[in-house]
């Protein structure tokens, strides 16, 4: 009832999914795939719509996994048309700090991370995971990922993500078992760096 | 428009084929949710035991609430659900289990490993080797390898976070002092990742090196306990162990009696009250598919002699 009272201006024309067990199934498995298996890139095919800056595979991931129990920070104003969308259709809590959130999604990359829960050593559980939109995901040779869930190595391409964004993840997971995880976001591919994963940059003529 | 004729065939086939009033795969999806979130940390933190909300079952504690609340987050209709309990397809709770998840989730089921999406275990790992993309989910009821150690959560939680591993070196030690070797069988305590010390589950250490390197996803769940934690695929699992008392796994001098397998984890099978046995491979899947091959063990068990006793 308390929703037909909201203003209609809160409702989005943008579309979840059309059946959420199903699709949200079928999205969290793709997520547990590139998690499972770091560098790797999966598709969304879902046909669901989502307010400009955001991604159908960044709306996907929201969907599939945030509820009225979890804490999330928008690098985005609090009255953003993404914000209206992920509240209506999910029921999360926007928090003022990026520190409080237990999601923390950019949609264009930042230089630096702001302040993050890492998680502590007795429970490095609750840290962050951060959602991060790029321009472009594949497997050109840029990113040299190792560590669990990868035999040998894996190539990773994110376009737009600044050097010093890596270096800093590398600085905050170095205090393993705290660390952030990070989901990728491209349009509808989708991929994952959990704080396992070692990552070396490979260089290019350019430098 | 095919794409979408597929989705929306897929759609009415899950209200077709699963139990009328029951959510999909029984959980609720808040539930699902919050495992779900629970399983991609376990991922990301090899070996670490997530905490998470562990619901109330239709059946007990103790008979796979955990790996059943995994499975019933990760399963969608087109997986192919393989139940095993102690290495066999055909036991009380691995066919009710499979059956809970046919009617609820309205999936396939098989008893064929290398054909299952998902494989729910109890205290086994199939002998055939498992591939990428199969994820394997254990019934666990200790999560804790150090529980028996250490009873303060508080304690062991530490003990974790600063790999402060000594005391289960000592418990193995202990035995070694009094056996002259390890004599722990089952549950032995593996090193995830070269980090957290994790209980591989009531599996015989017979399926330990198993667990290294594995190109399939592993989940642990347990129900009472309420934690979850995984390994995820092309991971370091070692059993830990001394140099000069390195690991190792049971052997038999017997073969298989159905199938003649010298390879795989046996179950010795009594067969009167004159000490007759005979030894039967645990996993029912590998032995059916050898003897569909053709292979044949020495059969009927054989009689009780004096000398055995010597």
């Not at chain 1, 302040?115 to 594949?138: H, M």
């Not at chain 2, 699992?237 to 052997?251: A, M, N, T, Y």
């Amino acid at each position: 009832m308390a929703l037909l009272q909201e203003p209609t201006d809160n409702i989005p024309v943008e579309t979840g999914f059309d059946d959420p067990v199903y699709e949200s199934q079928i999205v969290f498995r793709k997520i547990l795939k590139v998690m499972s298996e770091p560098g790797t890139i999966k598709k969304i095919k879902n046909k669901l719509s989502a307010p400009a800056p955001m991604m159908k595979a960044t709306a996907a991931v929201c969907l599939t996994l945030m509820d009225f129990q979890t804490k999330v920070w928008l690098d985005l104003p609090r009255d953003s048309e993404v914000s209206k969308y992920l509240k209506f259709h999910t029921g999360l809590r926007i928090v003022e700090h990026s520190s409080e959130a237990d999601f923390v999604v950019f949609f264009s990359a930042p230089d630096e991370l702001p302040p993050l829960n890492l998680g502590t050593d007795e429970n490095p559980e609750t840290a962050a995971t951060v959602i991060i939109q790029t321009q472009s995901l594949d497997d050109t040779k840029k990113l040299k990922l190792t560590g669990p869930g990868i035999k040998k190595s894996r190539f990773l391409n994110a376009e737009n993500i600044p050097t010093s964004l890596w270096d800093h993840r590398g600085k905050a997971n170095s205090l393993f078992p705290k660390g952030i995880d990070i989901i990728l976001t491209s349009s509808e591919k989708l991929s994952a760096l959990p704080r396992t994963t070692k990552i070396k940059m490979i260089k290019t003529e350019k430098g | 428009m095919t794409a979408i004729s597929g989705e929306q065939k897929k759609s009415s086939r899950l209200k077709e084929k699963t139990l009328d009033g029951y959510n999909f795969a029984y959980l609720d999806d808040q539930t699902k949710r919050m495992i779900r979130r629970a399983t991609l940390k376990a991922v990301a933190i090899p070996g670490y035991q997530v905490p998470f909300g562990s619901r109330e079952m239709p059946l007990p504690f103790g008979w796979g609430t955990g790996g059943i609340q995994v499975t019933a987050s990760i399963i969608g209709i087109d997986d192919t659900l393989k139940v095993i309990d102690q290495g066999a397809d055909d036991t009380t709770n691995a066919v009710n289990i499979r059956r809970f998840f046919a009617k609820t989730a309205g999936v396939e089921t098989t008893e064929n490993t290398s054909d299952a999406s998902i494989i729910q275990t109890r205290h086994r790992i199939p002998e055939a080797k498992l591939k990428s993309d199969q994820i394997i989910v254990y019934q666990v009821p200790i999560p804790e390898p150090l529980r028996w150690i250490e009873p303060r959560e508080e304690e062991t939680r530490k003990m974790h976070a600063l790999t402060e591993y000594g005391v289960m070196h000592v418990g193995l030690y202990e035995n070694i002092a009094h056996f002259g070797k390890v004599t722990t069988s089952y549950n032995y305590p593996v090193q995830v990742n070269d980090h957290y010390v994790m209980s591989p589950s009531p599996i015989p250490k017979f399926d330990n090196p198993k667990m290294d390197e594995m190109p399939a996803l592993q989940l642990f769940g347990a129900g009472r306990e309420k934690r979850i934690y995984a390994v995820p695929p092309y991971t370091k699992v070692k059993s830990l162990d001394f140099e000069d008392h390195p690991f190792e796994i049971e052997s038999w001098s017997e073969c298989c009696a159905l199938c003649g397998s010298s390879s795989s984890f046996l179950d010795e099978v009594i067969t009167d009250d004159k000490g007759s046995r005979m030894f039967v491979c645990s996993d029912s899947n590998f032995c059916a598919n050898r003897r569909a091959k053709g292979h044949k063990g020495p059969g009927l068990p054989r009689k009780f002699e004096i000398k055995d006793i010597e």
